[in-house]
């Protein structure tokens, strides 16, 4: 085995096998999460972020399908990735 292959076959083992994605891939995902609730708010006529009185049915589905969404986004924070 010359030099070279030992040097890649080293560097190989150091090198982590997976990696956690982290805060970055949390805030695209939640990113993500938020346009679609934008999106959600606009079809249905209304304004993402003005508080009403009384929230019609439509934007409590809005709001309940922006907290699934933002939950897989935690289990993205703590997945393995390669």
Known sequence: MNFK???LL???AAVPQAVVAGP???AICQ???NG???ACYAGAGFTFGVALPA????LVACN???GGCMTACAAVALAPTL
Request: neutral net charge; contains cysteine.
């Open 24 to 26: 970055l891939a949390y």
């Open 31 to 33: 990113t993500g999460c």
């Open 64 to 66: 309940v399908a922006l």
């Open 55 to 58: 929230a019609p049915p439509v």
């Open 5 to 7: 292959s030992l040097a």
């Open 10 to 12: 080293l560097t190989a």
């Open 36 to 38: 679609l609730a934008v």
